[in-house]
């Protein structure tokens, strides 16, 4: 029987380029979707769900601002100068790996260029240089919702398919670079996550669709990421000898909220589409299912003759995955919702939660780890987990965060279960190690790491960093291999 985590286990953080960079004027790069991602105050419960209001009017006003003052994904904590403190940090912690991504339109400012821009390229290589310095190893994601504005305002994002072609050279320009430096590659983060905000996954402008069809190119978009996904992964395997590639999807674990059929049902046909992204990336075809409900909808997917091919001969080698809540399903009207990562579902009354409203659900990491082995039968490892809550600093410049000590605990409890049951589990990264701006709300207050960032929603403070409990507590994790927990 297997007893505890595996020897070689990695247990790190993740971060993303566009949540932590800053620097977004800097050395050539060019405008991101994220760079005309907007700061809202007094943010309501339904703000966090599903499509972010996004028009021509807004990205153009954005693009025309000079300022980072309403963006903060522009400033981030400004790890593009910090990047050597903040991985000093990580390493101190003990970080065996470091998932990050690369910023698409630091390598390629407009995506469409026929020649990298040098000065990005070697952000990348000081980086990762430094991380394997420090005995960290990279989890690089090459789309982590940040492709070139210009992509989007050009062709309406992944809606043309010339952009596979484009993110095929970005990629390979990687691979070429990095090869010495990063055997383990995602594709595209949460890629599921196209239908809940088109705009921040894929560049899809909602009023440059035809009337009634949005729905349609939203699919014919993803289609083309499920290409591009399979070329670059052939790509990878070729370029770097050994190297690794994964699809990433946002688990969002569902129960039915009663034992009524009808809850069942809803419960069953959520999960089954939720599991859509991922089977195409890991069996290489399209669930008869779904095909079946492209019929239904008059639903027309363009593909070229070998795209099929492509899909089936080129899968990922293993899954990554989010995991921050459960969600509840119910065919009742004027159920009590709840939020969760841009998603809404209903309130299941035996959960916690954080102080945004996402509910708390150790268990369900472990059933999620169970499901998604049991269905894929290939290696995991969860690349975001936490949880977002506001931080007192006290006067002594302390940081008492029991909670977030307590959430971590108990989501390794579980994973050191399904381990112990037979899940093949080769890593954990917490999301947001250092504090950063969050995805969903832009809010610096929003604070998920071990590491305090000085500085507010507005962009005041010094960006000096602190360590929390949490961090002194994860660190006795990792030098334990997760057998310290209490």
């Known amino acids: 029987m297997t007893k505890g985590f595996p020897k070689n286990f990695l247990w790190g953080g993740a971060l993303a380029a566009n949540q932590v960079e800053g620097a977004w004027n800097v050395d050539g790069k060019g405008l991101s979707v994220a760079d005309v991602a907007v700061y809202k105050s007094?943010?309501?419960?339904?703000?966090?769900?599903?499509?972010?209001?996004?028009?021509?009017?807004?990205?153009?006003?954005?693009?025309?601002?000079?300022?980072?003052?309403?963006?903060?994904?522009?400033?981030?904590?400004?790890?593009?100068?910090?990047?050597k403190e903040d991985l000093a940090l990580f390493a101190e912690m003990?970080?065996?790996?470091?998932?990050?991504?690369?910023?698409?339109?630091?390598?390629?400012?407009?995506?469409?260029?026929?020649?990298?821009n040098e000065l990005g390229l070697q952000f990348y290589d000081n980086?990762?240089?430094?991380?394997?310095?420090?005995?960290?190893?990279?989890?690089?994601?090459?789309?982590?919702?940040?492709?070139p504005l210009a992509l989007s305002l050009k062709y309406n994002g992944w809606v043309e398919r010339k952009v596979i072609d484009d993110f095929v050279r970005f990629s390979n320009v990687c691979f070429n670079r990095y090869k010495d430096l990063v055997k383990y590659w995602l594709t595209f983060n949460e890629i599921d996550s196209i239908n809940r905000h088109p705009f921040t996954t894929a560049g899809i402008i909602p009023d440059r669709c035809p009337?009634?069809?949005?729905?349609?190119?939203?699919?014919?978009?993803?289609?083309?990421?499920?290409?591009?996904?399979?070329?670059?992964?052939?790509?990878?395997?070729?370029?770097?000898?050994?190297?690794?590639?994964?699809?990433?999807?946002?688990?969002?674990?569902?129960?039915?909220?009663?034992c009524n059929p009808q809850d069942v049902e809803l419960t069953l046909k959520k999960n089954l589409h939720n599991y859509f992204y991922s089977d195409v990336q890991v069996f290489g075809e399209y669930p008869v299912l779904i095909e079946k409900m492209f019929e239904r909808k008059n639903i027309k997917i363009k593909m070229e003759p070998t795209d099929r091919d492509i899909l089936k001969?080129?899968?990922?080698?293993?899954?990554?995955?989010?995991?921050?809540?459960?969600?509840?399903?119910?065919?009742?009207?004027?159920?009590?919702?709840?939020?969760?990562?841009?998603?809404?579902g209903v309130k299941n009354p035996y959960l916690p939660s954080t102080d945004w409203?996402?509910?708390?659900?150790?268990?369900?990491?472990?059933?999620?780890?169970?499901?998604?082995?049991?269905?894929?039968?290939?290696?995991?490892?969860?690349?975001?987990?936490?949880?977002?809550?506001?931080?007192?600093?006290?006067?002594?410049?302390?940081?008492?965060?029991?909670?977030?000590?307590?959430?971590?605990?108990?989501?390794?409890?579980?994973?050191?279960?399904?381990?112990?049951?037979?899940?093949?589990?080769?890593g954990y990264t917490s999301w947001g190690p250092i504090d950063l701006i969050s995805a969903g709300t832009s809010q610096m207050s929003k604070r998920y790491g071990f590491i305090y960032v000085d500085q507010d929603d507005e962009g005041n403070g010094t960006l000096k960093r602190s360590k929390k409990d949490s961090f002194y507590w994860y660190k006795k994790v990792i030098e334990s291999n997760g057998e310290y927990l209490d």
């Open 313 to 344: 001969n080129n899968t990922v080698d293993f899954i990554s995955f989010s995991y921050y809540m459960s969600l509840t399903e119910s065919a009742k009207d004027g159920m009590e919702r709840t939020a969760g990562n841009t998603i809404m």
């Open 357 to 426: 409203g996402w509910q708390i659900d150790p268990v369900g990491l472990k059933i999620s780890l169970i499901e998604l082995y049991d269905r894929y039968k290939k290696p995991l490892i969860i690349v975001e987990n936490g949880m977002g809550a506001k931080d007192v600093v006290e006067s002594d410049g302390s940081i008492h965060d029991d909670y977030r000590i307590n959430y971590f605990r108990e989501h390794f409890k579980q994973m050191k279960e399904a381990v112990e049951e037979g899940v093949e589990l080769f």
């Open 127 to 147: 980086l990762f240089t430094e991380m394997k310095r420090l005995g960290i190893e990279p989890i690089v994601t090459l789309s982590h919702y940040e492709m």
């Open 42 to 83: 007094n943010l309501k419960l339904d703000d966090y769900e599903g499509h972010v209001a996004i028009s021509s009017k807004m990205i153009e006003k954005a693009a025309a601002d000079p300022d980072d003052k309403h963006y903060p994904k522009r400033r981030g904590i400004d790890f593009y100068h910090h990047y």
């Open 94 to 116: 003990g970080f065996k790996t470091l998932r990050v991504s690369i910023a698409w339109s630091r390598i390629f400012p407009t995506g469409e260029e026929l020649e990298p």
């Open 211 to 258: 009337e009634g069809k949005e729905e349609k190119l939203i699919y014919q978009a993803l289609h083309h990421q499920f290409v591009a996904s399979a070329l670059v992964t052939r790509d990878c395997h070729k370029i770097i000898e050994g190297s690794q590639v994964g699809c990433m999807l946002t688990k969002l674990t569902t129960y039915p909220n009663t």
